[in-house]
């Protein structure tokens, strides 16, 4: 990084063209050699140059000098971030001033993946996205040749975080196991073996994320981390559940409940899920009903971001049920809830099933097909399949052969992009 690159983010910020910034105090062409980094500006360029952007000189002129009052309010932001998030707003107040023009490149970035980590942690995850799209996404890889290894280790885990929530799992798996490398913290390496297997539960690669999810178990336990062991837990018995090894899942979810160690936490919410799933699975529909029912309590008083997926859950278990009036209000209660268009797939699915089994064939294809088409977009293939498989057989059944093929083609392409992403590998 150069100091030309703060420059020209200093002036599109302005909305002002190279012609605006550079305008009696140097040609077009010399300001634009600044920009790219072609020519180092002299210290009385770069102070006109402060005064036309209105920024403190210092931010132009000590670009490699670390302060070291600022690194102790940098290190206070982040022992914040593990310790008091409600705490962090007052203290942002308080430094606002020191915060707003970070001379340092090295301190101004720490602050930026900062800052990043907190809007992840009070779960504004698409302002995250867009702070690491404005803010760090810019620091060219030659920065970093001669940054210090923790700087280094932030950068690439917090990458591994943006490209998880943009959905490039290959990516965010390359990055986190960059920061795996460099990390010596073994709480750090946990969370990472986590996430790691987080993404690739995404890719359908359960074999090899449970490699990664029982290594990040172990260190936990090793830790006396019981929260975090839990959650490892629920995740190696949702792993066993896609893989349909629902004896195995059950160990692992009461395992999950044996390790926490107070009441009511989200892992208790996701562990109540996988266990409702389980009895449902067994037959035993009437304790699976109780348990989700718990379930989508516990989430509504934790203001769990996932209690959708647990009403789903109701939803498909009363549906196997056979207990269509439950089902039917239940699905008319989550309508008002649906916020995009994979939730409102979810549900026309379930609704479509109600129509078939009502003998309302029209709204049953009606809802089927909205539900493939906003499943297709979502590129959610795993329930896209499981839904084109359904259709097809409906106009199998009743000899509309050509509607029967194109549903099957697309349910053998949602069966090819699972399995090319499928890579195996061994627990």
Not at 211 to 225: E, G, N, S, T
Not at 343 to 356: C, I, S, V, W
Not at 371 to 393: F, G, P, T, V
């Amino acid at each position: 990084m150069h100091i030309g690159s703060r420059i020209r983010r200093l002036r599109e910020s302005r909305s002002l063209t190279q012609k605006d910034a550079s305008f009696g105090i140097i040609s077009t062409s010399h300001y634009s050699n600044i920009e790219s980094g072609r020519f180092e500006p002299s210290s009385d360029v770069l102070e006109l140059l402060a005064e036309r952007l209105d920024v403190p000189i210092a931010y132009f002129q000590r670009v490699h000098e670390d302060d070291a009052g600022l690194q102790k309010i940098l290190t206070e932001y982040e022992e914040l971030l593990s310790s008091d998030l409600k705490g962090i707003p007052g203290f942002l107040n308080k430094h606002r001033r020191q915060l707003a023009y970070i001379s340092s490149i090295h301190q101004e970035i720490l602050f930026h993946l900062l800052k990043y980590t907190e809007l992840v942690k009070v779960g504004q995850i698409l302002e995250a996205q867009a702070y690491y799209s404005s803010e760090i996404a810019y620091i060219p890889q030659t920065f970093f040749e001669n940054a210090s290894r923790l700087l280094i280790e932030k950068y690439t885990y917090i990458s591994g975080l943006f490209y998880y929530f943009n959905k490039d799992y290959q990516a965010s798996i390359s990055h986190f196991q960059d920061a795996l490398h460099l990390t010596r913290v073994e709480s750090l390496s946990a969370k990472i073996n986590y996430n790691i297997s987080l993404a690739l539960y995404k890719l359908y690669d359960y074999g090899t994320a449970h490699v990664y999810a029982k290594r990040a178990k172990h260190q936990y336990i090793h830790l006396h981390d019981w929260a975090k062991s839990g959650d490892c837990y629920n995740l190696i018995a949702a792993l066993y559940l896609d893989q349909h090894k629902v004896k195995e899942a059950r160990q692992y979810i009461d395992k999950g409940f044996s390790v926490l160690r107070i009441p009511m936490t989200t892992t208790h919410g996701w562990l109540y899920h996988n266990l409702a799933y389980v009895l449902m699975e067994e037959n035993n529909y009437a304790q699976a009903l109780k348990t989700v029912n718990q379930c989508i309590e516990m989430k509504k008083q934790l203001k769990c971001t996932t209690l959708f997926d647990s009403q789903l859950l109701k939803l498909r278990i009363l549906f196997q049920h056979g207990d269509q009036l439950a089902l039917r209000e239940s699905m008319n209660r989550l309508q008002s809830t649906i916020e995009n268009d994979l939730d409102q797939a979810n549900l026309d699915y379930y609704e479509g099933k109600l129509y078939h089994a009502l003998g309302e064939y029209d709204l049953y294809e009606q809802k089927m097909r909205n539900c493939i088409r906003h499943l297709h977009a979502n590129e959610d293939w795993k329930k896209l399949k499981d839904a084109a498989q359904d259709i097809s057989l409906y106009y199998e059944s009743i000899k509309k052969y050509k509607n029967a093929y194109k549903f099957q083609e697309l349910c053998i392409e949602a069966y090819k992009r699972l399995t090319m992403e499928v890579k195996g590998g061994v627990e």
